[in-house]
C-alpha cells in the first residue's frame, strides 16, 4: 500500500474528508459475477477491478477507491457461475451512486469497467450521459487500454490479459492447472429469457446478448496456461495501471 489510504472502506469520516479536500476524484471498479471458465474465479472482473482501481489511486497520490460493485450488465447471463442485472436497473444504480459522490463533494468520478462490453457501456456511460444535464460532477467511464501495449498477453473474455491481471491482483483465484484449451463446451442454465436480459438496451447490443446466451461453445487461446507467469502477470499489471493513471491525470487537468 501507498503511504495515504485510498480505499473508502477503511476510511472514518474525518479521513475521507481530508481525502476529498485533497483530490476530489472517486474511482468506481464496476465488475460482476460471472463465468470466466474453469482456471478463473467467477469474481474475477470485480476482484482485478478492485486491484487496477487501489493501483489508479496510489499512482495518483490521491483519489477515493469505492467497494467494487459485482452489480453488472449482461453478460453470459445463462453461463453458469454468472448473475446478471437488467442493463435498466444498473443505469439507475449508477445514476444514483453519481448523485451521491458528488453530494459527498467529489468534483471527478471515473468508473473503471472491469466488466465490460457494450451491455456494460450503455448502462454506465448512458447514466453519465443522463447525469451531465443534472449534474456538475465530471465522469469518466473507462476500460482498459487502446492497444496495442508492450505487456500484451492476448485478448478475449477469460483470456491470458484478464487471467494475467487477476493473478496479479489475487494469485489464489487463478488455477492455470484446470484450464484445458479442448474443453469448449460451454456450461449453462436453461430456460433464461433473453428478451428479459435485454431490457433498456440498444438493438444492437440486445442482439449481443441473444448471440452470447445461444452460443454452445467457446475458443480458449492454445498457450494461455505457459504465457501467463507471475512475472508477465506483474509486468502487464503494472503497464495497464501506469498508462490508466496517466490517462486519469490528463483528463482531470
Sequence with gaps: MADIEVRWKMMTPDELDAAIERMPLAIVPAGSLEWHGPHMATGSDFIRGDAICTAIAERLGGGVVLPATWVGAPGFCNWRGTISFTPALVREVALELYRELEKCGFEHILVHLAHAGQMQVESWQGAATLYADVGSAKIL?????????????????????????????????????????????????????????????????????????????????????????PEAARAHFDEVCDRLAEEVKEWMT
Aim: with cysteine.
Design 141 to 229: 467511464v473507462r476500460h482498459g487500454l487502446d492497444g496495442p501495449f508492450e505487456h500484451e498477453l492476448g485478448g478475449g473474455h477469460a483470456g491470458p490479459d484478464e487471467a494475467a491481471q487477476l493473478m496479479a491482483a489475487e494469485p489464489d483465484a487463478v488455477h492455470l492447472d484446470r484450464y484445458d484449451p479442448d474443453d469448449s463446451l460451454l456450461p449453462k442454465y436453461e430456460e433464461c429469457d433473453p428478451e428479459l436480459y435485454g431490457l433498456g438496451l440498444s438493438e444492437e447490443a440486445q442482439a449481443s446478448v441473444r448471440e452470447f446466451m445461444a452460443r454452445e461453445h467457446y475458443s480458449w487461446s492454445p498457450d494461455l496456461a505457459k504465457v501467463v507467469t
